[in-house]
């Protein structure tokens, strides 16, 4: 038996007990520690007035309705009684293809859009003109996301997604709205400081479980391995 609790499993020996135990005492230091940042977080003060009541274009609320087209000022995205939003940086520009990993990042963030609506706003903004991100969207399948065009505005570049040169950055903002205003909460800023040797900016792991359900196998998420758009099937043996 471990020392941490009462359960075991088929055929794991002494010296794999033992190892687990110090596992899970990583473990739950771990789980005080992303509290103390999530908290850290929730308290950050409120940072600048929103620069702008930004416009973008937004499409019908029915996704297969590819006519429609609506100008949709930032302030709108609040829904009444939920005073926070988060914007998502999809990374898809006018003249580009979108980028396959934050295809894939939407493609999970899609599922769980009903869920996150309860508790707050959510929206996905990129660069690209709204028809190309709603063909875009019809061809996966994401039903749950608002998805808006900056092709006219400029909240991309103020607020760090998109750089100096037009490339565009997979950056989440905060904003929240109170009586005296909109003001920005939070940036996942992760992504512009330098990264450990061997990693990547991780600044929206926490998010993804694509990558956290990966960390729990003994292979890992590798190194040189990426999402993609499509991956090969293979024909499941019949039962």
Known sequence: MGQLHQQHLPGESEAYRAARDRLLEAEMALRVQVETVAALRRDLPRGGLLKEDYVFEEGGAELSDSETVTRTRLSELFAPGRDSLV????MYAPDGQPCPMCNAFLDGLDGNAPHI?????????????????????RARGWNNLRLLSSGSCSYNSDYLAETPAGD????VNVFQKTDGGIYHRYASEMFFVPSEP?????????????????????EGRGGDWFPQYDYDRPERTPR
């Open 87 to 90: 914007l998502y940086g999809f």
């Open 117 to 137: 609506a309860q508790r707050t706003n959510l929206a996905v903004v990129a660069k690209a003109p709204i028809g190309k991100i709603r063909d875009w969207a």
């Open 168 to 171: 565009q950055l997979p950056i």
């Open 198 to 218: 061997g990693q990547h900016p991780r600044h929206v792991d926490h998010l993804w479980p694509l990558w956290n359900l990966l960390d729990l196998t003994p």
